[in-house]
Each structure stands twice: as C-alpha cells, then as structure tokens.
C-alpha cells in the first residue's frame, strides 16, 4: 500500500491531525477518491490546493500518476508562479 503523508496542518484537519497512512490504490486520481470517502473533504482538498510528491518527485498535476505499492506521497501546498 501507498503511504501518505499531510506535510500541511491543513491538511491534517481533515484527518483530525493524523499526519500518515497507508491507502490502497493505483494511481493518484484513486488516491484522491479514498481520501475523499475516508476524510471527507481532504479529496477535494487535495485537487484545488495542494501539490502531491511521490517517491520524492513534486508533481503539480498529477492525476494520472502511477503509485507503487511502496509508494511516499507526500501533499503538500501548490507553489504559485508568475
């Protein structure tokens, strides 16, 4: 299983301030939807405001991103350019 981490105390609000867990899914469009039916409102959390890092690597729009069974994913915020 994928294990997740909420680098944000945002994030952890959803979780009522659990910072990791493992989900089962994969890609990271099936994470979002366990994260959604597990903590409500951290799904759609997650889409609008953060970014996701899997295995160490900072993906803006990561949808389609394949996760490994061993697989970090870290969300945290979006970095905002100009």
Known sequence: MAHVVCA???AR???QGLEGFDVQ???VRAMI???ERRFPGLGA???RRMAIAID???HQDALGAPLAADSEVVLIPRIAGG
């Open 8 to 10: 944000t105390q945002e």
């Open 13 to 15: 609000a959803f979780t």
């Open 25 to 27: 899914a994969r890609d």
């Open 33 to 35: 939807a366990e994260l």
């Open 45 to 47: 959390h997650v889409e």
């Open 56 to 58: 160490g690597e900072i």
